[in-house]
């Protein structure tokens, strides 16, 4: 059972008093991250307006602990530790809570794996309070306003800077890498997936200029409504990384909202006829693709006439691929790309 939040709070409470004691590297501190670290301490105190407010950060964290979906990994690629991190539930291939890409990097780094926080009916407060972090990044988040409260009231959080999971790829490793002081390793690390993104994309010209819709919430046993990812998304923004254009279908009604969600109803198809590839969360027996060319009016859609879909198989962790993240990016761009250049290839 969770703790009720005014004991949360309480325990917060002094944990803030007791923060410059707890000082000290993680046990899974690599033997690299310190020195760079503390080439960043002239950086504090350090202050990051976002948001839910404005963050502070009075000196260098030693203790870093990230909620939501990969915050974790900024750090991570920067040779630092997590005392503590969101346990992944979507795209885990063996059930222990962590992604292949951060296993990967755990092991590369010789570290243990972190708590893990369990945030299945939301943010577990007592366990962020328990690894007694320094700093929390939720860059990339959801965070409510009470849970912003809630946090700070455990460690200086730095939370989205405009939107809830709205946050580009690029601004989740700048605001995370310059909460931790490593800021310039941030900036490498970006100048790095780019050089990275602009490589592959380069093996595959077919994909160059084409449009692209990302479809979401339509489920096999339901295509009447089609939604699809609007250009606040960082799924739709990747496209334009890989060389490939939003087409007005979706950038029309993006202007007009500040979701990342849109849905269309089905009687309108023909909207989406300036798509040139779709892809989209699938499942593993390809139901949602015989639904879609099965149904009187999503069969009309150009692009399932062609057959330049690409439906990102089930739960694994491919179909995370189209979400970009530090890690993931290296791990899953060459599959995902090539994907979507055979579908370019049905474009043609």
């Excluded at 709205?166 to 390793?185: F, H, K, M, V, Y």
């Excluded at 006829?273 to 139901?287: A, C, F, P, R, S």
Aim: charged share 25%; proline share 7%; aromatic share 6%.
């Amino acid at each position: 059972m969770r703790t009720p939040r005014l004991r949360v709070l309480a325990l917060a409470a002094a944990l803030l008093t007791g923060l410059t004691a707890c000082g000290g590297e993680s046990d899974d501190q690599p033997d690299s991250a310190p020195s760079a670290a503390a080439d960043g301490s002239s950086q504090f105190p350090l202050t990051i307006e976002h948001a839910l407010g404005t963050t502070e950060i009075p000196a260098r964290p030693e203790r870093v602990a990230t909620v939501n979906w990969a915050n974790d990994e900024v750090p991570l690629a920067l040779g630092v530790v997590p005392v503590g991190m969101a346990k992944a539930t979507f795209g885990d291939d063996d059930g222990d809570g962590v992604l292949p890409w951060t296993e990967k990097r755990l092991e590369e780094l010789g570290a243990k794996t972190p708590v893990l926080f369990d945030e299945t009916d939301g943010i577990d407060f007592e366990a962020v309070a328990d690894t007694k972090p320094d700093v929390i990044l939720a860059s990339y988040s959801g965070l409510t306003e009470q849970d912003y409260e809630t946090l700070s009231q455990i460690a200086p959080v730095v939370a989205y800077p405009e939107a809830a999971w709205a946050t580009p790829w690029r601004d989740i490793i700048r605001l995370n890498s310059q909460a931790i002081g490593l800021a310039d390793e941030g900036d490498r690390l970006i100048g790095d997936l780019e050089q990275r993104i602009e490589t592959t994309a380069a093996k595959y010209p077919q994909l160059k200029g084409k449009t692209a819709m990302f479809m979401t919430h339509v489920t096999s046993k339901d295509v009447s409504q089609v939604g699809f990812y609007t250009t606040h998304d960082t799924r739709t923004q990747f496209f334009t990384d890989l060389g490939m254009k939003i087409p007005a279908s979706v950038s029309g009604p993006s202007a007009d909202t500040d979701k990342f969600v849109l849905t269309k109803s089905a009687e309108r198809i023909d909207d989406f006829n300036d798509v040139d590839i779709i892809t989209g969360y699938g499942d593993d027996k390809g139901e949602l693709l015989t639904a879609l060319k099965d149904d009187p009016l999503t069969s009309k859609l150009a692009a399932v006439e062609r057959g330049s879909l690409y439906l990102l198989p089930g739960t694994t962790p491919q179909a995370t691929a189209a979400n970009p993240t530090p890690l993931s990016i290296p791990y899953v761009l060459e599959d995902y790309v090539k994907a979507l250049a055979e579908a370019a290839d049905k474009a043609a």
